[in-house]
């Protein structure tokens, strides 16, 4: 199984970025798909997450009404649009994939874990 995260970069505060992340090596229409995020000294934490069709989303209270999770399933790629950037966004995220039944928001529900992209927002 691979998942390969891109799209992270340097960005101003208020500004926008869209994560792509694609899954190979597992049928990705069978597994619920999430993004963490780990800041430099900070632990994992939890971002987003969409169901298996799409059809339910859960966001960090952090993050809620500024990002949106989607998947595309014919593409095996799941996304993340960031929108009105802070600086406390700053961080490495990564993408996640469970074959497990419902949205798990902590670290060790989740089998399979891509490599991570950097967002760094300078405010």
């Known amino acids: 199984v691979q998942l390969q995260a891109s799209g992270g970069g340097l960005v101003q505060a208020g500004g926008s970025l869209r994560l792509s992340c694609a899954a190979s090596?597992?049928?990705?229409?069978?597994?619920?798909m999430a993004w963490l995020r780990q800041a430099q000294g900070k632990e994992r934490e939890f971002v987003a997450a969409?169901?298996?069709?799409?059809?339910?989303?859960l966001y960090a209270d952090s993050v809620k009404g500024r990002f949106t999770v989607s998947r595309d399933n014919a593409k095996n790629t799941v996304y993340l649009q960031m929108n009105s950037l802070k600086a406390e966004d700053t961080a490495v995220y990564h993408c996640a994939a469970t074959s497990r039944f419902g949205i798990a928001t902590t670290s060790r529900n989740y089998d399979h874990w891509g490599q991570g992209t950097l967002v760094t927002v300078s405010s």
């Open positions: 090596g597992l049928t990705f229409s069978r597994y619920i």
């Open positions: 969409i169901t298996t069709s799409g059809g339910a989303t």
